[in-house]
C-alpha cells in the first residue's frame, strides 16, 4: 500500500484565492482526519469522518474552511477565501475505528501570500 | 480545560546518551495515550499507544510510561542515534459522545548530535 497520499505536496497562492487540498487514505481504513500544523499552535485537529461523514468538525477555524468525503478513497479541504494567517502544514491521516493508530500523509506545505 | 503539556520544549544530547520526555495532561475521561514521531518535513510516526490500565510499553529502545493517577507520561529513549533527531509528540485521547477526541502537545524537539 501507498500510504495516505495528499496532493500537492506545496502550495502558494495568493490572498483571497481558493485552495483545495487532496487526500487518499489508506484503503480499507474508515476514519478520515484533518489536521493543521503551525509553529505557534502544533498539530490541531481540524475535522474527522467516521465511513464518509464528518464526525466532529470543532476544530474547523471559520466557515472560510470545509471538508467533504465523498467516498471512502477521496477527502478534501477547501479554504475560500484563503488569509495568510491560513499558511500552515496540512496533514491527513487515516485510521481504522479510532482508537486505532492513525497513518498520516506527507502533508501539504500551504503559504497565502 | 484539556491540554497537554510536554516538557522540555527542545533537547540536544550526544550520541549514545539516554534522555527522557515529559508529557503532562488534563485530559478528561482518559481514553488513550499515544507518542508520535515526526522526522522534519514528514507527517507524525505513532511509537507507542497506552491505555489506562498499562504502566509501561515498549517499543525497541523507546520506553513509555503512564501514571495514570498522576496523569503523568515519559518517553525515554535509550542509546541515543543520530536518527532519533526528531520532534516527539504526546496525544492524549478522551472519548465524547461515542468518538474519540485528541489533544495534542506541542512537542519536544530532540536533536542528537555525533
Known amino acids: 500500500d501507498a500510504g495516505v497520499i495528499q496532493s500537492p505536496r506545496h502550495e502558494v497562492t495568493e490572498m483571497g484565492q481558493e485552495v483545495t487540498l487532496r487526500c487518499k487514505p489508506i484503503?480499507?481504513?474508515?476514519?478520515l482526519f484533518w489536521y493543521r500544523q503551525t509553529m505557534m499552535r502544533g498539530l490541531e485537529l481540524l475535522i474527522y469522518?467516521?465511513?464518509?461523514?464528518?464526525?466532529?468538525d470543532s476544530g474547523m477555524p471559520e466557515d472560510r474552511f470545509s471538508a467533504k468525503m465523498p467516498n471512502a478513497s477521496f477527502s478534501t479541504l477547501k479554504i475560500q477565501p484563503s488569509e495568510p494567517r491560513d499558511s500552515a502544514v496540512y496533514f491527513c491521516?487515516?485510521?481504522?475505528?479510532?482508537?486505532?493508530?492513525?497513518?498520516f500523509g506527507p502533508g501539504t506545505r500551504l503559504t497565502v501570500l | 480545560k484539556n491540554q497537554v503539556e510536554q516538557s522540555p520544549q527542545s533537547l540536544i544530547i550526544l550520541e549514545g546518551k539516554n534522555c527522557t520526555l515529559q508529557?503532562?495532561?488534563?485530559?478528561?475521561?482518559?481514553?488513550?495515550l499515544r507518542w508520535y514521531k515526526q522526522d522534519t518535513g514528514r507527517g507524525p510516526v505513532s511509537l507507542t499507544i497506552?491505555?489506562?490500565?498499562?504502566n509501561t510499553k515498549s517499543n525497541g529502545r523507546y520506553t513509555a510510561t503512564l501514571d495514570a493517577d498522576t496523569k503523568q507520561s515519559s518517553l525515554h529513549i535509550t542509546a541515543s542515534q543520530l536518527s532519533d533527531s526528531a520532534s516527539y509528540i504526546c496525544?492524549?485521547?478522551?472519548?465524547?459522545?461515542?468518538?474519540?477526541?485528541?489533544?495534542f502537545g506541542r512537542g519536544t524537539s530532540l536533536i542528537v548530535h555525533p
Open positions: 491521516a487515516s485510521s481504522n475505528l479510532p482508537p486505532s493508530q492513525q497513518f
Open positions: 484503503s480499507g481504513h474508515n476514519s
Open positions: 469522518f467516521n465511513n464518509n461523514v464528518p464526525i466532529d
Open positions: 508529557c503532562n495532561y488534563t485530559v478528561s475521561p482518559f481514553s488513550n
Open positions: 497506552m491505555t489506562f490500565s498499562e
Open positions: 496525544v492524549v485521547s478522551r472519548l465524547s459522545g461515542g468518538s474519540y477526541i485528541p489533544t
